[in-house]
T-cell receptor, first 112, second 116 residues
Framework: DAKTTQPNSMESNEEEPVHLPCNHSTISGTDYIHWYRQLPSQGPEYVIH???SNVNNRMASLAIAEDRKSSTLILHRATLRDAAVYYC?????????????FGRGTQLTVWP | NAGVTQTPKFQVLKTGQSMTLQCAQD?????MSWYRQDPGMGLRLIHYSVGAGITDQGEVPNGYNVSRSTTEDFPLRLLSAAPSQTSVYFCASAGKRDATTLYEQYFGPGTRLTVT
């Protein structure tokens, strides 16, 4: 299994930036880094993914360390709706197709 | 598009009963999968399919059967329900970027199953 390590929980105030870290020291050169989040009582939803370069989309930014052993999901202005469990997942290219190993993720609490 | 739909939303079974959880997607995705999520845990893969007529086992396949006769549907069958199968079940689908990688997965809203 491709391993990632995330803090169990983090807190933020509304409208402040949030930086969610993920360590993946055993990542290989072709592994994609994906982030999903799961809002309460819902299925997970895709947030963002990257391979080597930093990535931005309408939901978040993904900053990938130069050695790729860690990455950070950045929510630029947290809202109450961003309170969720965030999962950092490695997609091992060429392995059994589509196996997502979720782990326990980081529970993000956003305070008004 | 409705995306990924699952029925039923809730189900209570007695030990030994069988049932089928339904999953459908309208995005023409080749890849579909079933996960279970136990309280306080991440999701674990039960079975998956890379196209109609092709299925394979994930991490926790025991006690479950699947088939994929169409691109749209991927039902999950519980053969003889046990209390250990009490969980929330999520179905997901994704398009294939190439032979070895997928695009992002889309998840359904889940089925909450209780086995007494």
């Amino acid at each position: 299994d491709a391993k990632t390590t995330q803090p169990n929980s983090m807190e933020s105030n509304e409208e402040e930036p949030v930086h969610l870290p993920c360590n993946h020291s055993t990542i290989s050169g072709t592994d994609y880094i994906h982030w999903y989040r799961q809002l309460p009582s819902q299925g997970p939803e895709y947030v963002i993914h990257g391979l080597t370069s930093n990535v931005n989309n309408r939901m978040a930014s993904l900053a990938i360390a130069e050695d790729r052993k860690s990455s950070t999901l950045i929510l630029h202005r947290a809202t109450l709706r961003d309170a969720a469990v965030y999962y950092c997942i490695l997609i091992v290219r060429g392995s059994t197709l589509g196996r997502l190993y979720f782990g326990r993720g980081t529970q993000l609490t956003v305070w008004p | 598009n409705a995306g990924v739909t699952q029925t039923p939303k809730f189900q209570v079974l007695k030990t030994g009963q069988s049932m089928t959880l339904q999953c459908a997607q309208d995005m023409n995705h080749e890849y579909m999968s079933w996960y279970r999520q136990d309280p306080g845990m991440g999701l674990r893969l039960i079975h998956y399919s890379v196209g109609a007529g092709i299925t394979d086992q994930g991490e926790v396949p025991n006690g479950y059967n699947v088939s994929r006769s169409t691109t749209e549907d991927f039902p999950l069958r519980l053969l003889s329900a046990a209390p250990s199968q009490t969980s929330v079940y999520f179905c997901a689908s994704a398009g294939k970027r190439d032979a070895t990688t997928l695009y992002e997965q889309y998840f359904g809203p889940g089925t909450r199953l209780t086995v007494t």
